[in-house]
């Protein structure tokens, strides 16, 4: 069984993402065009008023020439074999959302990895981004949309889209879900 890490509170995320910034002397405008989020945003995670999702952090770390592992001070292995037992977990301060590291297994991977555990009721960001994401429910209920359409979702299910169509997701299971999603890092000019 995969151990939980400490959770990080969004004040120290936000923390650490303002420090990579000015140590890189991007301002917020610059990060949000770069990472594809608004300014607000991107100023709210700074101020620990909300945590990016997965997908959102990926884009920020991208912005600033870091990875998410860095930002959050988790260890940066590239080993093409992940064993469970070792398997990195984090949370980006939220409670009850958490996340199982499965890859990269080598710098310059083209593919994201993860396990994602949500508590019940969670609804993550709305987002549209370039890449293509892969979803596969293992355990609870999702009801994801995607463009105009709704999905429900129940465990053995999956989704597999272009991120550039809008989309969200809904636990609404009253058990957290346990997601297996494999998306693309997203290509910037860096």
Request: net charge negative; charged share 20%; hydrophobic share 35%.
């Amino acid at each position: 069984m995969t151990k939980k890490s400490p959770e990080l509170s969004n004040e120290q995320i936000g923390k650490s993402i303002r420090r990579r910034r000015k140590a890189l002397g991007k301002t917020l405008v610059q990060v949000a065009d770069e990472a594809e989020l608004t300014v607000g945003f991107i100023s709210q995670v700074e101020r620990g008023i909300c945590a990016p999702s997965l997908s959102s952090f990926m884009r920020i770390a991208s912005s600033l020439n870091t990875s998410l592992e860095q930002l959050l001070n988790v260890s940066e292995s590239f080993e093409p074999l992940t064993k469970a037992k070792h398997r990195q977990s984090y949370s980006l301060g939220e409670a009850g959302r958490w996340y199982e590291k499965l890859g990269p297994g080598f710098s310059g991977a083209l593919f994201y990895p993860c396990i994602i555990h949500r508590p019940p009721g969670h609804v993550s960001e709305h987002m549209n981004h370039k890449g293509e994401v892969f979803c596969y429910l293992i355990e609870g209920e999702l009801e994801y949309h995607l463009g105009d359409a709704v999905h429900h979702m129940v465990a053995g299910d999956s989704i597999h889209h272009d991120t550039t169509q809008k989309h969200f997701s809904k636990v609404v299971s009253d058990t957290e879900t346990v997601e297996l999603w494999v998306s693309s890092h997203p290509i910037t000019g860096h």
